[in-house]
C-alpha cells in the first residue's frame, strides 16, 4: 500500500479488492501511479537493498512481502506498465476448518482472557 501511494498521484486512485477462490484468499493492490517497466520487474523488483528511491527507500519491501508469501505456501504476481500503473496480487492459501473447530478456537480465546 505504502509503495502504490508514493507512485500514484494525488488524482490517481488505488483499489483494494479481497476475494475468495477455490483453497485461497487473494489480495489485489491496483495503483493508477508510475509503474513499472518488465524488466525492473522481472531484474529487480524482488532484490533486496535495490531502490529506486535514493535515501527515502531501503529497497526491502517487495523483498520482504514475496519471502513471507512464499513461506506461506502463496504466491506473489506484479502485472505494471509504465506511465499506466501497477497491479499487485497476493494468494494466500486458507485452511479450512469446520464448525466444531471454529468453536474450539473461540473457546480456547475466551479462556485466555
Known amino acids: 500500500m505504502q509503495n502504490a501511494q508514493e507512485a500514484t498521484p494525488a488524482s490517481g486512485a488505488i483499489r483494494v479488492q479481497v476475494a475468495r477462490s477455490v483453497g485461497k484468499t487473494v489480495l489485489e493492490v491496483v495503483d493508477e501511479g508510475e509503474g513499472m517497466s518488465p524488466e525492473f520487474v ?39 506498465l509504465p506511465g499506466k500503473g501497477t497491479r499487485f496480487r497476493i494468494a494466500i492459501p486458507v485452511a479450512e476448518t469446520t464448525p466444531a473447530q471454529a468453536s474450539e478456537t473461540v473457546t480456547a480465546k475466551e479462556g485466555e482472557r
Open 42 to 80: 522481472r531484474d529487480r523488483l524482488f532484490r533486496p537493498f535495490d531502490s529506486t528511491k535514493g535515501r527515502n527507500g531501503m529497497g526491502i519491501g517487495a523483498y520482504e512481502v514475496r519471502e513471507f508469501i512464499n513461506g506461506l505456501g502463496g504466491e506473489v504476481n506484479v502485472e505494471s
